[in-house]
């Protein structure tokens, strides 16, 4: 195969695929023995596969692509940059007009007292960027033991050594190691871990967890604390209302700077442009990727707030830090044509004030099913708990095993849900419309009763 096509045969595309792709977070055994599906066009909320099925896709690809799938406009954006100037870089003295044009505009749209950013390739890159620029921040100040960073157990801050650090997946830690200076307090996950407690209670307990990690490390050796609004990968795990106050209380009263994630948040996916004004969060910095360019290329980066951002450009000298690709003037175009519609199609007022609560209220429905434990949703984003016994909130025994039914048995049924552990998620293109929210609600019903007669007929619920 010499060139790229989207006709060849399925079988072939696969076969060539499981020789030479090594693909990301993949069981490789598992992948070259099922094959991997091939995805080979994108229209609004749906994909088409490579035998002509269409798909609903109820991930928005991994949670990014936020105006939809197929939107010409961004295509002919990027080309037209391209033409113009396809790259240069952000170093030495130089920039570009979409760098400056992007930078004023994420600003504007920032919340009060960010005025610059930080541009990179990712989510992962704006976390390692994270790292390096609150410990270059404090070492300015003149306090370079103030170094260590307090991150979450189940969270998700990317794969790079530093992303996989500041995350707390234990699976990732055990492989390549975490880097020192790091440590991972409890995630505020009521369904899993609340017991008894009601869920502000618990919320509390949670966050007094970081007043005791900064007491345990001494406060003059925490520089900050990292989180995301909600957890996306963790399993959309939505924080009780009584959790993000309290962080904020204890990062401002203790000194420690607070980094909202909004990988995942930002562009509307929580009814407002940044989870953090959902959650009431006032974060001294904002990583920021996926929607930022709703994947169309890859783009991400750091929005600073002044009290970060002034320390950063006086008296500390150079930060050597940057990417090749920081600022790449095509990504720069796509993210700028992107926000553009979701401005002018005014896509996260429709999240807040319309079809969030559309698709929540027929969310909230999926919760009678005997399968779902819980059924929760904020503005576009959301989850089921799969459980064999609703009242107790108990789990299946065996892990997972259940969430990987309900996600095949859903592919099968056209939707792309995605499965963390035995929780279903969902976060579809901010676009989709009444009548798709229909169709998927539709297909979660029918994959769930799918799941339930798999786990009855195989025994693994109780008759
Ligand atoms: N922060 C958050 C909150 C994320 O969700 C990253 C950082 C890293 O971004 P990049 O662009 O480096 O991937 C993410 C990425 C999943 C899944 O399976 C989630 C992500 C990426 C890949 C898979 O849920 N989130």
Redo the contacts with the bound molecule.
């Keep these: 195969m010499n060139q790229l096509s989207n006709h060849f045969p399925t079988a072939e595309l696969q076969n060539s695929d499981a020789a030479h792709h090594l693909h990301?977070?993949s069981d490789h055994e598992t992948l070259i023995r099922e094959k991997s599906r091939v995805i080979v066009r994108g229209e609004g909320v749906f994909l088409w596969d490579s035998d002509g099925n269409r798909i609903m896709d109820g991930m928005a690809g991994?949670?990014c692509v936020n105006v939809g799938h197929g939107r010409r406009e961004i295509a002919d954006a990027v080309h037209e940059q391209m033409l113009q100037l396809s790259y240069y870089n952000t170093f030495f003295k130089t920039t570009h007009p979409p760098v400056v044009a992007l930078s004023e505009k994420l600003t504007e749209l920032s919340p009060d007292g960010f005025n610059r950013v930080f541009f990179a390739g990712?989510?992962?890159?704006?976390?390692d960027t994270v790292l390096r620029m609150v410990r270059h921040h404090w070492a300015i100040l003149g306090r370079p033991e103030k170094s260590h960073i307090i991150g979450r157990k189940n969270g998700?801050?990317?794969?790079?050594v530093a992303?996989a650090s500041l995350g707390g997946m234990s699976g990732m830690h055990a492989q390549g190691g975490v880097l020192s200076g790091i440590s991972h307090i409890r995630q505020p996950y009521w369904f899993d871990e609340g017991g008894d407690l009601d869920p502000d209670a618990f919320g509390l307990l949670c966050a007094k967890a970081l007043e005791e990690e900064i007491d345990r490390l001494g406060e003059d050796k925490v520089a900050a604390f990292i989180a995301?609004p909600l957890q996306?990968?963790g399993g959309v795990i939505i924080p009780p209302p009584s959790y993000w106050p309290e962080i904020g209380r204890i990062c401002r009263e203790r000194d420690i700077l607070l980094v909202a994630?909004e990988?995942?948040c930002g562009f509307g996916r929580t009814g407002a442009w940044w989870g953090s004004e959902t959650f009431g969060i006032e974060p001294d910095l904002m990583?920021i990727?996926?929607g930022l360019s709703s994947g169309y290329l890859?783009i991400?980066g750091v929005l600073v707030k002044d009290t970060v951002g002034d320390v950063i450009t006086s008296g500390g000298g150079e930060f050597y830090h940057g990417f090749t690709y920081s600022g790449h003037p095509a990504a720069c175009a796509a993210a700028l044509k992107n926000i553009e519609i979701l401005q002018r199609e005014r896509i996260v007022e429709r999240v807040h004030d319309h079809i969030g609560p559309y698709l929540q209220a027929r969310w909230a429905s999926l919760g009678d099913h005997p399968l779902v434990g819980e059924a929760r949703m904020v503005g576009l984003v959301g989850a089921l708990e799969l459980v064999p016994d609703k009242p107790s909130r108990k789990r299946f025994a065996n892990e997972g095993l259940a969430g990987g039914i309900c996600r095949d048995h859903s592919f099968k049924n056209g939707l792309v849900m995605?499965a963390?552990r035995d929780s279903m998620i969902i976060s579809p293109p901010l676009t989709i419309t009444e009548e798709e929210v229909d169709l998927l609600v539709a297909l979660v019903e029918k994959t769930l009763d799918d799941t339930e007669h798999t786990l009855r007929s195989t025994g693994r619920l109780s008759a």
């Design positions: 990301p977070f991994l949670w990712s989510g992962s890159e704006a976390n998700y801050h990317g794969s790079t992303g995301e996306g990968a994630d990988v995942i990583p990727a996926k890859p991400g995605r963390v």
